[in-house]
């Protein structure tokens, strides 16, 4: 017999009533948790899994309890067939609140950059502190994988180390004079950043096609503002930073990847972008809100790159490395 809310005891005996709504396969953090009478409570009535699933909500919502207790609710109570909208906004949730609580200190720097650029005559209208504002977003991400426990893990200590190399490049392109050591500067952030990312699996789709869009905006962006040495430098910084998104990439089509894998090749896909736009506003002919997308993009980049360095993959491959 089963009780309600409790334990099977006894398998049930086949009959004409209606068929156990427990037998089901649920897929639960990437595995296969089956809500069998004998694996987890029986049923309950439907009215009572809608009340609880509404007040675990709504106790979740004003922060009263941790998400791992809201999912043992919803596991324990109710199908995931008929509420998986519940589970996608569990997830969703616990990945914005991670994210915002990381990223706090980033994007109130970036919020104080953007007052500075308004006419408020609070901010001195100076190069240095121009220089020092825009580095602070960049540095504060470094400060953000200081803080956490990976922070000795390679590839955290590539990415801070690209992110360092990245502020110098943000302080050398406020002055004109300075753009070429900036775009080296990027250029060797791209390197490490690739040197993280590491060169397995090959996917080399992925590459080829990153390296044609790569070369199609070198034609027709790069090269025509180009003379001399500057061809070569631009060529190489963008077979540089198309390779980076290929590795980002790459990682992506591991079987463990995790969801700050793909933040590190969303970045990159922006780093591009942004990059693409620089120079169609600096050279070719300027953009309507230019310094809204390219530093948008620029520091979404950045944001993705850093978190990625505290994705659980490279725990696992860190680890293997050492017990090699």
């Known amino acids: 017999m089963i009780k ?50 509404v007040l675990a909500v709504i106790v979740h919502l004003a922060g009263a309890i941790p998400n791992f207790i809201v999912e043992e609710i919803i596991v324990t109570h109710t199908r995931a067939c008929k509420h998986a909208c519940l589970y996608i906004y569990f997830f969703c949730s616990h990945v914005c609140l ?16 953007a007052s500075s650029s308004l006419p ?51 302080g050398c392109l406020v002055y004109e004079e ?24 090959k996917a080399w789709k992925i590459g080829g096609a990153t390296l ?17 040495p500057l061809v070569i ?25 995790h969801w700050r894998n793909w933040t590190a090749a969303i970045g990159a896909a922006f780093f591009i972008i942004s990059d693409n736009l620089l120079l169609v506003n600096k050279f070719h002919f300027p953009l309507p809100a230019s310094q809204l997308f390219v530093l948008g993009l620029y520091w979404s980049a950045q944001a993705g790159i850093a978190l990625s360095a505290q994705s659980p993959l490279h725990y696992k491959q860190e680890g293997a490395r050492k017990s090699a």
Request: charged letters at 10%; one cysteine or more; aromatic letters at 12%.
């Open 233 to 257: 430098a631009f060529l190489l910084y963008t077979v540089v930073i198309a390779s980076m998104f290929w590795r980002a990439a790459a990682l992506c089509t591991l079987p463990g990847a």
């Open 120 to 170: 408020l005559g609070v901010f001195p209208e100076t190069k240095p502190f121009h220089v020092v504002i825009k580095c602070i977003p960049v540095l504060c991400l470094v400060v953000t994988l200081l803080l956490h426990p990976a922070k000795t893990t390679s590839y955290s200590l590539l990415i801070q180390a690209g992110l360092l190399l990245s502020a110098v490049g943000d």
């Open 98 to 113: 991670q994210v915002l609580q990381q990223l706090l200190p980033f994007l109130l720097s970036v919020g104080l950059y």
């Open 4 to 53: 309600e809310g409790g334990l099977c005891s006894t398998p049930r005996a086949a009959s004409s009533e209606r068929p156990d709504r427990h037998c089901m396969a649920i897929p639960w953090h990437g595995q296969s948790m089956e809500t069998h009478c004998g694996k987890l409570h029986g049923p309950v009535q439907v009215e009572q899994d809608d009340f609880v699933l």
């Open 178 to 201: 300075y753009f070429l050591p900036g775009v080296g500067a990027f250029a060797l952030a791209h390197v490490l950043y690739v040197v993280a990312f590491g060169f397995s699996p």
């Open 212 to 228: 044609v869009f790569a070369l199609l905006c070198f034609y027709f962006i790069a090269l025509p503002i180009a003379k001399g």
